[in-house]
């Protein structure tokens, strides 16, 4: 892949460990209510799309939850349930990132939210001495501060137009199909990171390194 400038890097499940399970098992052991029954990776309630675009408040997010899961406990446990998710990121998979920008214009594309920011860059800075991954990419991109997220086109074609990306020059690494099919129909190369595979060889898989 020779005519590559530019990789798209998702955060969850391709740099950062990345455990929906855990967040849905927390929930449900705080209510009989499934929580898989608004929330899975696949698919999600209107709720959390909101949420992902920074539409609505945390506040606002967590009254919803507490209502349509009829939980009564304290809010903490919402937070810390929500917050489960997020595993750890290894370091080689930073030291990746450091070898990937100095070859490509590389840059970070994930729906997220403001209490995951929050929780993940404290992770990032006990763990590694670093405050957020600004250093790790030439830009940085969160859903939550964008009002759009994946696999809208829209998000897709924001990065591109604002860093001058020409699509064919571009790849994408995802590790939910929807958000690679969604980038695939910018005209970017998209690939799905196979499950419990790791960034940096599949990197080499595509003759990346």
Known sequence: MQHIKNIIFDLGGVIINLDINKTIS??????????????????QNELFNLFDKGLISNEEFFSEIRKQIRYEGPEFELKKAWNAMLLDVPDRRLDVLVKMKQ?????????????????????????????????????????????????????????LEKNNLKPEETVFIDDSIQHVKGAGECGISAFLLPKNAEIGEFLKELGLV
Do not use: W
């Open 26 to 43: 927390e929930f449900n052991s705080l209510s009989y209510m499934p929580f898989e029954s608004i929330y899975t990776q696949a698919s």
């Open 103 to 159: 070859n490509y214009n590389t840059f970070l594309l994930s729906n997220t939210c403001e209490p995951h920011v929050a929780a993940f860059e404290h992770d990032l800075y006990l763990k590694h001495g670093v405050k957020n991954f600004n250093d790790y990419f030439d830009e940085v991109y969160y859903s939550c501060r964008m009002g759009m997220r994946k696999p809208d086109k829209e998000i897709f074609e924001f990065v």
